[in-house]
């Protein structure tokens, strides 16, 4: 940990620029909320700036217009990456934009990229990781901010389901509610706040479902040309891949989302088997034990024979 010399960066700029990987998630929004609140506690100038936009049920979190989708054109003295294993994960070039990093994560794979590197991999989410910070610093914070740290964490544990749902998490969780975030009321934003669109979009994706290797193995597709068709957006499938382990006697899940030339697989497992490390055999690849991604540069049913090889050497 290295706190020490985080504050001391602090102390000794003024210009930051908050950014975290694309396809923004719980966890990567509530976190650059409560890393914009700290830093503009402090007098600090911040600007967040994110490759994607912040999914519509996260929008909650944010205060409007606060984070940028465009690239901004001035200088920082600091920028300050969370929730991201690495650069390319940004989605942008982060060359001259400012003279020192920092990183903030708790994915294992992260490459240790910044000047300062505040890497836990057995945090449930960089959320719980900012949080104990503010707690170790006895630095308290207001409700908007315990709203953004319980989402992230929240999230990130799959709505308390993952088994990085520890009773510190709980505690931390408590602490949270005790601070202003609203349990019920964040729930409903988060998960039961579904466009009539993106329902009709995950829809066609259960209609896709299907087991393999003796049923130890779930598929779901999703062919990104429906996205067109059903006038939905990409975002509108997350959380589907965590219905593909759901069924009784499955170890691994896997949703497919693929064009002509190439095929993304978002992996999940139950517990016996580690898809993060499957995910890292894929150059680009990567994730969580539990859950984790990557991209082959193939055609959906090559894609798809190279992945279920993989599996069934896994799976014995
Ligand atoms: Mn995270």
Not at 19 to 26: A, K, V
Not at 132 to 155: K, N, Q, W
Not at 192 to 207: G, T
Not at 211 to 224: A, E, I, S
Request: contains cysteine; charged residues 20%; aromatic residues 10%.
């Amino acid at each position: 940990m290295r706190w020490d010399d985080f504050r001391s960066l602090v102390d000794a700029n003024h210009r930051f620029l908050i950014s975290s990987h694309m396809s923004l998630d719980g966890d990567s929004v509530g976190s650059q909320v409560a890393m914009r609140w700290y830093l503009t506690s402090l007098g600090k100038d911040v600007t967040i700036y994110n490759k994607d936009p912040v999914p519509a049920k996260f929008a909650f979190l944010t205060v409007h217009d606060t984070i940028l989708n465009d690239k901004p054109d001035s200088a920082f003295d600091v920028l300050i990456v969370l929730d991201c294993s690495n650069c390319s994960r940004l989605g942008w070039k982060v060359e001259a934009i400012a003279p020192v990093m920092v990183n903030i994560d708790h994915h294992r794979d992260n490459t240790g990229f910044g000047a300062v590197n505040i890497v836990d991999s057995n945090a449930a989410a960089t959320g719980a990781i900012l949080y104990r910070f503010f707690c170790d610093c006895s630095i308290d914070f207001p409700p908007y901010v315990a709203e953004a740290l319980y989402t992230a964490i929240m999230t990130d544990t799959g709505g308390f389901r993952f088994s990085n749902t520890t009773g510190a998490i709980l505690r931390y969780c408590s602490e949270l509610v005790e601070h202003g975030a609203d349990c019920s009321s964040i729930y409903e934003k988060v998960y039961a706040s579904h466009a009539p669109k993106a329902l009709l979009l995950q829809a066609r994706i259960w209609s896709t479902l299907r087991f393999h290797l003796d049923g130890k193995v779930c598929c779901m597709d999703m062919p990104l040309a429906v996205l067109d068709e059903l006038e939905a957006h990409y975002s509108d499938s997350e959380g589907m891949a965590d219905n593909t382990i759901i069924a009784e006697g499955v170890e691994v899940g896997m949703l497919i989302k693929y064009d002509e030339k190439e095929s993304h697989f978002s992996l999940r497992s139950k517990g016996k088997v580690d898809v993060g490390k499957i995910a890292q055999k894929i150059p680009g690849g990567g994730g969580h034990f539990s859950a984790a991604g990557c991209t082959i540069s193939r055609p959906y049913g090559e894609a798809f024979s190279f992945m279920i090889d993989i599996l069934r050497r896994e799976l014995g």
